[in-house]
């Protein structure tokens, strides 16, 4: 099979962010893509469907090229069914996203409380959510989506209430609504039914506004919080992962409610 320089280059470039992610990996695996791995031995460009399915193992990525080995057939099976045992897990949650005019007031006081001085970690208003289930590291991401979808409410309305502390955990609060904690219950009995364990605490209603917070100059429960609300039309299974400049949320799936008006 030949190749150019430039032509490996532009393969290569595409294929290796696939590769490094492992949920790409995963996923490139379970659909068979097809794609090409260098042979260490011969220098030589091949074609699989997977590396799993051919006895390849992706060992490293060197210099910006991918490397192979051929594992020893007698243990393959055995290499099988470590894979299987360390699929790649992710880390879990259901949650309702939140929509403006809620995200304009929160992004008011978080603006504001900066100003003062508060020090703390706060995440981008982008991320603002309010947690159903906390589910944790799992390793299958279809099961719970499986699970959530058959979860059923209508839309409910929801109003900003102001904000407290949970130690050094600054949040803004709702009004009670018994809608949104049958939706969490119901979230909570859905994942159950399906084996999958959640966070057993009590659901409370909030808003995590700062992690480490920290402040001489503001009473954040004096913090006037303008009022606003909003519809809540859907929830998500989200997921989260540690990033360079804190925590990334992506929605793998939004289950909308059955009746979408109040």
Request: charged share 25%.
């Amino acid at each position: 099979m030949n190749k150019t320089i430039s032509e490996k280059k532009a393969f290569l470039e595409e294929i290796i962010p696939l590769v490094a992610d492992p949920l790409k990996k995963d996923e490139m695996q379970q659909k068979h893509y097809a794609f090409l791995l260098k042979d260490t031995n011969g220098g030589k460009l091949y074609k699989y469907s997977t590396f799993d399915s051919h006895g390849y193992a992706l060992n490293s990525l060197i210099n910006g090229t991918l490397h192979c080995s051929r594992p020893d057939t007698r243990k393959r099976n055995r290499m099988h069914t470590q894979d299987q045992n360390h699929r790649q897990t992710m880390r879990l949650f259901a949650a309702v996203r939140l929509e403006s005019p809620v995200l304009d007031s929160l992004s008011q006081v978080r603006a504001e409380l900066k100003r003062a001085g508060a020090s703390g970690s706060f995440p981008s208003p982008e991320n603002y959510h309010i947690t159903l289930a906390f589910i944790g590291e799992y390793p299958d991401a279809r099961k719970v989506k499986n699970a959530l979808n058959d979860v059923r409410f209508s839309a409910f309305r929801i109003e900003l209430s102001g904000l407290g502390t949970f130690g050094d955990t600054l949040w803004a609060g709702l009004r009670r609504e018994p809608q949104m904690e049958n939706l969490a219950l119901t979230v909570r009995r859905a994942l159950a039914a399906a084996g999958i364990q959640s966070d057993p605490k009590p659901f409370r209603a909030h808003i995590t506004l700062a992690r480490r917070f920290s402040s001489e100059t503001v009473d954040p429960r004096r913090v006037e919080v303008r009022e606003a609300g909003m519809t809540v039309h859907s929830f998500s299974l989200m997921r989260s992962q540690f990033g360079e400049r804190g925590m990334i949320y992506t929605e793998l799936a939004r289950i909308e409610a059955e009746r979408n008006t109040i």
